[in-house]
Every structure is written in C-alpha cells, then in structure tokens.
C-alpha cells in the first residue's frame, strides 16, 4: 500500500494549510488513517488520527485548530491547519492501517504503511 501526500509548504503564522494523502494498492479495508510530524531533533508525534467509523483523536496542541476528514470512498485523508503557529513547523507524515485481502470473505494480513512526508514551514 502507497500513501502519496500533498499540501505543504511555507506559511506565516496565523495562516492556513490543507494537507491530502491518497491510498493506493490493493487492500481489503483502511482501519484508521492520521498525520505525524517530526520536527528537527525530536521524536514523531501523532497530529491526528481518524477510524473507520468516524472517531477522531487529535494532540492537545492542535485540536482546537486542525481538522481532520477522511474520504473514504476516495482513500484519502485531509488535514487543515489553521491558526498555524511556528511550532508547528515539521515534516508530516501520512500513515494509514487496514487489512490486505484474504480468502473469501475472510479479512487479510494486517498492514500498515507511511507516506514520504511533506513540510510545513510556519514563519513568525
């Protein structure tokens, strides 16, 4: 399974950003797709993430900010920034897990896959 992301780039603060990631592949059912970001010399952290049946979880620093929507017909997962401030400064990360195709009806392997990342660049 692929993830192509798209959307960032270099942003004053205050400003907004709508990052896209597409699924591609073969693949019985997506479970949950999110964003990640690392920023320089830190560990990756969950921005947010959006399950099958609509539940979202967000970090506490973006949630009152950052909207995230799945498209799930079209495998894909949006995200909007807004109110962006400079520590939000990262390479984001598309993640996605489901299950591959199994026999019959029956679901296959679980899998779970990362995008390439994209930056986002928010200037003070």
């Known amino acids: 399974v692929q993830l192509q992301a798209s959307g960032g780039g270099l942003v004053q603060a205050g400003g907004s950003l709508r990052l896209s990631c597409v699924a591609s592949?073969?693949?019985?059912?997506?479970?949950?797709m999110g964003w990640y970001r690392q920023a320089p010399g830190k560990q990756r952290e969950l921005v947010a993430r959006?399950?099958?049946?609509?539940?979202?979880n967000y970090a506490a620093s973006v949630r009152d900010r950052f909207t995230i929507l799945r498209d799930s017909a079209a495998n894909t997962v949006n995200l909007s920034m807004n109110a962006l401030k400079p520590e939000d400064t990262a390479a984001y990360y598309c993640?996605?897990?489901?299950?591959?195709?199994?026999?019959?009806?029956?679901?296959?392997?679980?899998?779970?896959?990362w995008g390439q990342g994209t930056l986002v660049t928010v200037s003070s």
């Open positions: 592949g073969t693949f019985r059912s997506i479970s949950s």
């Open positions: 993640y996605v897990e489901g299950n591959l195709v199994g026999k019959g009806w029956q679901p296959g392997p679980y899998f779970d896959s």
């Open positions: 959006i399950y099958r049946g609509g539940d979202t």
